[in-house]
């Protein structure tokens, strides 16, 4: 009963907390930060305190006539990774941002959207019916809209319609994708899901497609990545650093949702999966190590360290029943990005707050003397690398080996190339980490000098400090924390992994060596000759491509502009084609409907208007409808009246068969779908 309590409590508190802040903050601004950090902590001691429970077994809570299908919890080994860094991760930066946001306005408002992001984020990760699931992601959306924007200058807008425009897009395939799902099979519950799948037919692919076309916005996959250079780099950097470390992170867990959980590891979705990653690494990695911005360098990172999990999802379906080893890979490294890139997003604030700079042409130098800024940076860059010894070499060694294992099940020799770009991108890693850390930590610029004379607030390096013990922490007991992994294998897989596994061995160290080998020389012989030219004579670094080069303007808002267009003009032909006739037939019948019928020559017609305006008469007036007399303009109204309901009636027999024929076009289209 506690346990399924406490599984209540971690979704349902932050968000009541969000509003109660709000409101001491009105008030009290250093009562505010302190309850905020309060209510991080108490959040993440009690998700500390489910992990006792889970040894028993999967923690559920089921409470019925709630968003649709019920609200239905579900906590067990898989998703306490994604939820125990969500809680850590929000209680640092929530102390963070204590520090940090006090220059900032509408602190208030970023707090309390700060903790409600944290509580729909919490939703996500424990959602076992998929409508829940799609809520929480939508609250998500919008919570974290206003951290974006929460400078409110021109770039911060621009970036917020960008970020919500792509959470909304996003957010309606994954409801087209649920609600065919739905369909097909009567249920969205994820444990059900599976067994109901694997008898759709092709159809179960349009529906895979659209839900990870939503899931892959929010995860940065190319190429729907175009909103996030710009949110990471706009938001403040404690909120760059959840979007980057755990935001993305629920983009992650849809796309392990659907590919291994529901889909069953299928080998078409695998492969495209597999290729987009790849295809997300070497975008991101290539266009980092071209920017000047420190915070856009960490954005493209990001997106680079993304597209490693995401490949790794498609080794695992790839792999089948043989991919514990990708398991391991993928979960580890999901660990390690959130921790290497909250770090080095938390400390980029720091370098900004006091600064109030991001161009590391005009940082160069700042850090030569602030050796705890130093340290921890250091520490950031030699994980996310994979430095032997530490545990971003164990993530990358896994996923690596686990490549090596398809290429020898499946002899591809596009396989082949997979490797030699797993190599290159894990060498645009080193080169463009170490372009930040030796232009920032160790280069020197005699105008600048004046630099090493600002002072740095310890209180802000507190966090970064905590997570740099945290990467020394996990890289000397790696193999403790591959045993909490394998737990999460039953849930995956269906058993635990007993998988033995040798990190390093001579092939694994010599295949790092390399890859930092590559990384020194392209960064030495390649970056710094070919994108620094002279400036006023200082050598600075310079972004090769042009400012209009850029996929959300030159492709995807054109494209939407000619969708939109183009839909407009094929509607206007189809109303004519539907409403032109419907409207020539109402204008005879308005026509006829105002002749005027005279007493002169009696008729059929005119004998049942007078019966039929005789009797209406006569019971208004209580007389026989023989007695009743009925003028002539009643008799002409009654006349109009009837044709003016028959161009009514006609206007719904049309408005009928054009429904009926739009169901119809369903239905068929349902009906062949099933039969494809």
């Not at 790839?318 to 290497?340: E, M, V």
């Not at 403790?480 to 694994?508: C, D, N, V, W």
Request: glycine fraction near 6%; proline fraction near 3%; aromatic fraction near 12%.
């Amino acid at each position: 009963m506690l346990a399924q309590f406490l599984l209540l409590f971690i979704l349902i508190f932050p968000m009541l907390c969000a509003l109660a802040g709000w409101l001491i903050g009105r008030k009290r601004e250093r009562a505010r930060n302190i309850f905020v950090v309060a209510v991080n902590f108490v959040e993440f001691a009690a998700v500390c305190m489910l992990s006792i429970y889970l040894k028993t077994g999967p923690v559920y809570v089921m409470i019925p006539d709630i968003m649709g299908e019920g609200l239905y919890l579900k906590l067990d080994y898989l998703r306490y990774i994604f939820v125990f860094l969500t809680s850590f991760v929000w209680l640092l930066t929530s102390y963070y941002s204590t520090q940090y946001l006090t220059r900032f306005k509408n602190r208030n408002r970023y707090f309390a959207f700060f903790t409600l992001t944290l509580s729909s984020t919490i939703g996500i990760f424990i959602s076992q019916d998929l409508l829940n699931l799609f809520t929480f992601f939508e609250l998500m959306s919008f919570s974290s809209y206003l951290l974006v924007i929460h400078d409110e200058d021109q770039y911060s807008h621009k970036a917020g319609a960008s970020y919500i425009a792509a959470a909304v897009i996003g957010g309606l395939f994954l409801l087209m994708g649920l609600f065919l799902l739905f369909d097909f099979a009567n249920t969205l519950n994820i444990d059900l899901l599976p067994s109901k799948i694997e008898h759709m037919g092709p159809i179960k692919y349009v529906i895979a497609t659209l839900m990870l076309i939503g899931f892959g916005v929010k995860a940065g996959m190319v190429p729907l990545h175009v909103w996030l250079p710009q949110a990471y780099t706009a938001a403040p950097s404690s909120a760059s650093a959840i979007l980057s470390g755990i935001l993305s992170k629920t983009g992650v867990f849809g796309v392990l949702l659907v590919s291994v959980v529901i889909m069953r590891n299928d080998i078409y979705i695998s492969s495209a999966l597999l290729f987009l990653g790849f295809m997300t690494m070497l975008v991101g990695g290539l266009l980092a190590i071209l920017q000047k911005h420190l915070k856009r360098i960490l954005a493209f990172s990001s997106m680079s360290q993304i597209g490693y999990i995401l490949s790794g999802i498609g080794l695992i379906g790839l792999l089948k029943d043989h991919g514990a080893i990708a398991i391991y890979g993928t979960l580890l490294h999901i660990i390690n990005h959130s921790i290497f890139k909250v770090m080095l997003f938390l400390n980029a604030g720091v370098i900004n707050r006091t600064m109030h700079e991001q161009n590391i042409n005009l940082l160069r130098g700042f850090g030569r003397n602030k050796h705890l800024l130093k340290l921890t940076f250091f520490i950031g860059l030699i994980g996310i690398t994979g430095v032997p010894g530490f545990v971003g070499f164990a993530s990358k060694t896994l996923l690596h080996e686990a490549l090596v294992e398809v290429q020898h099940l499946y002899h591809s020799n596009l396989l082949l190339v997979a490797e030699i770009l797993f190599v290159i991108c894990s060498a645009l890693t080193v080169v463009y980490m170490l372009k930040i850390f030796i232009t920032l930590f160790v280069e020197k610029d005699p105008d600048y000098i004046e630099q090493d004379k600002k002072y740095t607030n310890i209180k802000e390096l507190i966090p970064p400090i905590i997570l740099g013990f945290c990467v020394i922490a996990m890289s000397l007991m790696t193999g403790p924390l591959l045993r909490f992994i394998s737990r999460s294998m039953e849930y995956l897989t269906g058993h635990e992994s007993t998988l033995e596994i040798k990190l390093y061995t001579a092939q694994s160290i010599f295949s790092a060596g390399l890859v930092l080998a590559i990384g020194i020389a392209a960064y030495t012989l390649l970056l710094r000759k070919l994108f620094r030219r002279q400036v006023e004579g200082k050598l600075v670094y310079f972004n090769p491509l042009p400012e209009s080069l850029n996929l959300e303007e030159s492709f995807y808002i054109p494209f939407f502009k000619i969708l939109y267009r183009s839909g407009l003009a094929v509607f206007r032909v189809v109303d004519a084609a539907i409403l032109g006739p419907a409207d020539w037939i109402t204008a005879g019948i308005n026509r006829i409907s105002e002749i005027k019928i005279r007493k002169s020559k009696r008729n059929f017609l005119e004998e049942f208007l007078q019966k039929r305006a005789a009797q209406k008469t006569a019971k208004s007036v209580e007389m026989t409808p023989k007695e009743a007399v009925v003028p002539d303009h009643i008799l002409e109204e009654s006349l109009k009246g009837i044709f003016v309901g028959l161009r009514y009636r006609f206007n719904s027999i049309i408005y009928g068969i054009f429904m009926f024929a739009v169901v119809l076009v369903v239905v068929l289209f349902v009906l062949v779908s099933q039969k494809i």
